[in-house]
């Protein structure tokens, strides 16, 4: 038997949908879009359009031009605080962000006269809206934040943080790889000023294909950031400044893109009402099954922090880099240990520098799955 239990790094398996249109496109349109006037680059242009109107409508977002795709949401937080980004600035951030936030953060202070800092969350990830509103300075021009932790799933209240932003006149970016596509997510409730996401995960998608929501407001803070063809104005040796050319030269991965387009067409199918509860029951009965094994620590588990389906636990008994090779190599189940790409979480919810064992389902896993997981960790600690 194989259980896969590593959604939070991508989804698996995908739905049948996915897989045949991303076969499709390769043998039977083949084609760039926006590189031909012929019949087969047309198709594809109209696939391309498909996918961000279908994002639009995902995320309530009311102009496709401004759905900027990417190869994954790592390239488009570089793009968006590297093209953004000016000397004099103060940023703000948490201590839960994934190392795709922490490291061009990092390597920006090196280059620009900027001010980062790293606001410190509760053991149970959540940041504190008061030391975030002392923290705001009179040139604090951006907030980047994950949505929820890829470590313990919590959901951090962005909407609130996006309310104070909107207030004082700060731009806001969101990360949204660990719940676009298992939660609600509206672009114009959680008053941010770009939206970054990622397909492999609960969008369904391949890996490879990603992107980001911007509007006009913040586009017109940002940069070209990787300039080249776009198969428009090409008489012109200079960038477009328009959207969505202005950030996306070169080939686009026109066959991860109609996997994307079918994988927001499963989840419209399914409902994210009925993903959301499904998935939050499975991560019920995990945890609450994960605490009545002897010896297992169970990371911000509080009942009062709202959370995606990750889950970050250890045990006593024996080291999570030999327990996560003795679940898969014995019992095939699949699940992720060590540090997960972000060190500053570990060290916020006191696991640095040994990290956990990580968990996390999605919409293809069954009661049936989790109670295996646990009888196999169980056999194996005890």
Request: aromatic share 8%; proline share 4%.
């Amino acid at each position: 038997m194989r259980v896969y239990l590593d959604n939070a790094a991508t989804s698996f398996p995908k739905p049948n949908e996915v897989y045949s249109s991303v076969l499709n496109y390769m043998t039977n349109i083949g084609s760039n879009p926006g590189r031909g006037g012929y019949t087969n680059a047309i198709e594809g242009n109209k696939i391309v359009l498909n996918c961000r109107e279908s994002l639009m409508n995902l995320f309530n977002f009311n102009k496709p031009e401004n759905v900027i795709f990417t190869s994954n949401i790592t390239h488009s937080l570089n793009l968006l605080l590297k093209s953004s980004i000016k000397d004099g600035w103060h940023i703000i951030t948490s201590s839960m962000e994934h190392n795709a936030v922490i490291r061009p953060l990092t390597s920006l202070q090196k280059q620009k006269n900027i001010e980062v800092d790293i606001l410190p969350c509760s053991p149970l990830g959540i940041i504190d809206i008061n030391l975030f509103k002392k923290s705001i300075k009179s040139n604090t021009k951006l907030v980047v934040m994950s949505n929820a932790s890829n470590i313990i799933g919590a959901i951090q209240p962005l909407e609130e943080i996006g309310k104070i932003c909107k207030d004082n006149n700060i731009f806001f970016i969101i990360d949204s790889a660990q719940t676009a596509g298992l939660i609600e997510m509206d672009f114009n409730k959680l008053n941010c000023n770009a939206l970054a996401f990622t397909g492999h995960k609960g969008l369904m998608a391949p890996q490879g294909i990603g992107g980001f929501i911007i509007d006009d407001t913040f586009n017109e803070q940002c940069s070209s950031f990787i300039e080249g063809g776009t198969g428009s104005i090409s008489d012109s040796i200079i960038q477009p400044n328009f959207l969505p050319d202005k950030f996306e030269s070169g080939t686009l991965n026109a066959p991860a893109i109609c996997g994307l387009l079918e994988g927001v067409k499963y989840i419209n199918k399914l409902g994210i009402d009925y993903i959301s509860e499904k998935e939050t029951s499975l991560t019920n009965r995990a945890i609450n099954g994960l605490l009545n094994i002897s010896g297992i620590t169970v990371y911000a588990h509080d009942d009062s922090v709202p959370r995606c389906p990750v889950i970050s636990f250890n045990s006593n008994k024996i080291d999570n880099s030999e327990l996560g090779y003795l679940l898969d190599s014995k019992y095939g189940i699949m699940c992720r240990t060590g540090l997960h790409c972000a060190p500053l979480a570990h060290k916020t919810i006191g696991t640095f520098p040994q990290g956990t064992i990580r968990v996390s389902f999605n919409i293809f896993n069954e009661n049936n799955d989790i109670d295996y997981f646990l009888d196999s960790l169980n056999k194996i600690v005890s």
